[in-house]
């Protein structure tokens, strides 16, 4: 059985930092993309990054590009977020997902596997 299982979210100062990681079980980090979604109250779910299966390509969403950094460690079978530079935009319900293929594209629709979700608030 297929589980994602995100930890570290919470409260965050801005220009700080957080590292949310996804734990994953019953499925190999080396098969498909992993990506890290996020969800802010009334708005749509929107992409903001994620790592192809080969782990040599990794994709960012234009407002966290040079902030963010998702890495993973297939040992751990876990994908992690570093968050540097938080900014209270950031603040949403953040979600890892499993992807239906291999390359990393920043789509919802293509992720068939998903977490309960953590949430990172971003305030002073």
């Known amino acids: 059985q297929v589980q994602l299982v995100e930890s570290g979210g919470g409260l965050g100062q801005p220009g700080g930092s957080l590292r949310l990681s996804c734990a994953v079980s019953g499925f190999s980090l080396g098969i498909r993309a992993i990506g890290w979604f996020r969800q802010a109250p009334g708005k749509e779910r929107e992409g903001v990054s994620c790592i192809s299966a080969s782990g040599r390509n990794t994709n960012y969403a234009d407002s966290v590009k040079g902030r963010f950094t998702i890495s993973r460690d297939t040992v751990k079978n876990t994908v992690y977020l570093q968050m540097n530079g938080l900014k209270p935009e950031d603040t949403a319900a953040y979600y890892c997902?499993?992807?239906?293929?291999?390359?990393?594209?920043?789509?919802?629709?293509?992720?068939?596997?998903w977490g309960q979700g953590t949430q990172v608030t971003v305030s002073s």
């Open positions: 997902a499993i992807s239906a293929g291999s390359g990393c594209q920043l789509v919802a629709s293509r992720y068939p596997y």
